[in-house]
């Protein structure tokens, strides 16, 4: 009886797992969510109000300061691909370590980016600068 | 008969906001002018969009030829709007007002003053003879307002030839989009006062507009920025009268929406 659940649940896990074709689902979701009013469905933002993702030196450069500012948010000038953009964003809060992480490697591999794949592990340090807002999970 | 009673389901399924045959006909009898006619269907057609995109949610509660006969009467709704989707002229859209000899009075812009963004006065002899395509935002907006501005900012490019036709976007926030403010936010986008105004001024008169090009605009603490508003965008020709409007939100309707302006422009 016992054995049969088990290889019941395998089963289960087999056939979704290969029906799941993207890996970054939840990612794209909270993108969606959260993101996708200002920064747009194709990652390109608003001309010289809000930065683009897509294709943007920033995420290369400065990879370690995106979780910090996916929680709290950034007022003042940031240069993104040689232009600088100074609209406040204001930080999402709620999100989880790992709904952050989930977030950044979306951004990370969709429209053209290839960039890093970044674990929790990592993304957890580096929200350490702004530690006070910090959840456990 | 699947142990449903006939007669229900169809109504169930024609029950979209004024879609009942009977406000139908008694609608269509009330209706004078051909313009009123072509945007009612106008209208009909809008709602049959989301009817068909609905339909198939009573699939299960029906027999297979109730469905089928659902299906052809939506498809020959739609079809038969066809036509007046894209019309030769387009309609004027508002609601009109009822004139003493018992006609209808088209809907028309009343009068406005504001500020844009290189401080010169914006009013209605700003679009003397020219047409224009305006909208609701405010900077600070984290809702809807970047993917509307990028939709004005596409149709800002197509058109940027056009002697004929300007932008003009009201701020909500007049508080914080000042003067200074609209000119760095207009700079930032790269556009030209010439084309594209950015309208500042008494916070209640920017409201009292709104409603008179088809939006919502007000004040909501709950509301994420604290304004509720909508992102529609609406082409005013040079008589003051709404001509069409889109969902600034949707690329897609924009696209129906910059041919309309092209047709539009191309009356007379």
Known sequence: ?137 | MEGRSPGTIDFTAFSGPGLRPSTTISKTSLLQTGSELRSFCHGICQRTNFFKGVSFLFLPKISSMKYLFVLFASFSIFIGCQSSLSPDVLPVLGPPEIGPNGDSIPHRIPDFSFIDQDSQVVNNETFEGKAYVTDFFFIACPTICPKTAKQMLRINDRFKDEPNLLLLGHTLAPKYDTVAALNRYAKNLGVSSDKYHFVTGNQAAIYKMAPEYMNVALEDSDAPGGINHSGYLILVDKKRHIRSFCNGTDPEDVDRFMNDIEKLLHEE
């Open chain 1, 1 to 137: 009886m016992k054995n049969s659940q088990y290889f019941i649940c395998f089963f289960a896990l087999l056939f979704f797992g290969s029906c799941e074709t993207y890996p970054y689902q939840q990612g794209k979701i909270l993108y969606t969510n959260f993101c996708e009013n200002c920064h747009m469905v194709d990652g390109t933002g608003l001309v010289g109000v809000i930065p683009p993702l897509a294709g943007a030196d920033y995420l290369a450069i400065n990879g370690e300061k995106v979780p910090c500012i996916i929680r709290n948010g950034i007022k003042g000038e940031l240069s993104v691909n040689g232009r600088i953009y100074n609209t406040e964003m204001v930080g999402i809060e709620r999100l989880t370590e790992f709904e952050i992480t989930n977030i950044i490697n979306y951004v990370h591999t969709s429209w053209g980016n290839e960039l890093p794949i970044v674990e929790h592990l990592q993304v957890r340090e580096w929200l350490r600068p702004c530690e006070k807002n910090t959840k456990p999970f």
